[in-house]
Nanobody
Framework: QVHLVESGGGLVQAGGSLRLSCAASGRTFSTYAMGWFRQAPGKEREIVAAINWSGDSTYYADSVKGRFTISRDNAKNTVYLQMNSLQPEETAIYYC???????????????WGQGTQVTVSS
């Protein structure tokens, strides 16, 4: 199992940047594919980005391509989400999640952090 704790959320103006971090406990972090999801008020949770266990394959939702970057450091048991050019509609709770299955099998993510709030002001 893996325990996940997100950090780095906050309030930012439109066009600004934030870097989210997700620290994982456990010795098997490098065997997990990791993803970042978000849930805005009144909306369903959606995938934002995902990365495979080694970090050499990534996925991005169309809405964030070219602005967000997912990365991981297996030596530090941490996955990151660099978010640039943030827009007010991206205000949401951002969650990191892990799976030992394929990184783009989004229904298979079974390990979740508590989430971190990102608020983008206009």
């Amino acid at each position: 199992q893996v325990h996940l704790v997100e950090s780095g959320g906050g309030l930012v103006q439109a066009g600004g940047s934030l870097r989210l971090s997700c620290a994982a406990s456990g010795r098997t972090f490098s065997t997990y594919a990791m993803g970042w999801f978000r849930q805005a008020p009144g909306k369903e949770r959606e995938i934002v980005a995902a990365i495979n266990w080694s970090g050499d394959s990534t996925y991005y939702a169309d809405s964030v391509k070219g602005r967000f970057t997912i990365s991981r450091d297996n030596a530090k048991n941490t996955v990151y989400l660099q978010m640039n050019s943030l827009q007010p509609e991206e205000t949401a709770i951002y969650y990191c999640a892990g799976t030992q299955l394929y990184y783009t099998d989004f229904s298979a993510y079974g390990y979740w952090g508590q989430g971190t709030q990102v608020t983008v002001s206009s």
